[in-house]
């Protein structure tokens, strides 16, 4: 079993959808967690970063925790087309280094 | 710009070339990673440097090799690669290399060997 699972997709919505994107995890230990966009041919940025269990809003993103279940989620309000790109789950402990999910393809359409 | 830089963004070569990548960080951070990202693969770390020193190694080819000479530069050195090391090479940076502070990365090295 991987550390990190993450749907591959693609997930395809319209634009003005509501995207929910998961990641769920194996190590309950994991405290930091993070998404990064990743737009073709370029590196990922980041993009939300949250510590612990709750929710984190910017703009019209929200990035959610529930460490009880081992699962994370990134919605995207009102998506547009320029949201089209893959979206990479991370987390890690105060003692280890990041671990990535594979990434999940969103493809909004206009 | 992420404040990580790399270069060159595309790179040809040859199966008995030897060429470098070269990754640049201004964020004054203290570890910098490489990262291969195949296509339809999770991101594979490679290596990792925390004050010039190579913390990780994780069972990468020796045609494979990284040199940190500060903690703003890390290079990957190139030798008689594969077909299958064609990949995006991704360099990262971080305040540690110990949990709790996020990584940033550049815009990767497109390496095709043919």
């Known amino acids: 079993q991987k550390e990190v699972e993450q749907d591959p997709g693609p997930l395809s919505v319209p634009e003005g959808a509501i995207v929910s994107l998961n990641c769920t995890y194996s190590?309950?230990?994991?405290?930091?967690f993070m998404w990064y966009r990743q737009y073709s041919r370029k590196g990922p940025e980041l993009l939300m970063y949250t510590y612990s269990s709750g929710n984190k809003e910017d703009g019209r993103f929200t990035a959610q925790v529930d460490k009880s279940s081992k699962y994370i989620s990134l919605f995207i309000r009102d998506s547009q087309p320029s949201d089209s790109a893959t979206y990479l789950c991370a987390m890690h402990n105060a003692g280890n280094m990041l671990t990535f999910g594979g990434g999940t393809r969103l493809m909004v359409k206009p | 710009e992420t404040g990580v830089t790399q270069t060159p963004r595309h790179l040809v070569m040859g199966m008995t070339n030897k060429k470098s990548l070269k990754c640049e960080q201004h964020l004054g951070h203290n570890a910098m990673y490489w990262y291969k990202q195949s296509a339809k693969k999770p991101l594979e770390l490679m290596f990792v440097y925390s004050l010039e020193e190579r913390v990780e190694n994780n069972s990468v080819p020796s045609r494979f090799s990284p040199e940190c000479p500060n903690s703003s530069h890390l290079f990957l050195h190139l030798h008689t690669l594969q077909p299958e090391d064609s990949a995006l090479y991704l360099c990262?940076?971080?305040?540690?290399?110990?949990?709790?502070?996020?990584?940033?990365f550049g815009q990767g090295t497109r390496l095709t060997v043919v």
């Open positions: 190590n309950s230990a994991f405290q930091y």
């Open positions: 990262a940076s971080s305040q540690t290399y110990r949990g709790g502070t996020e990584a940033f």
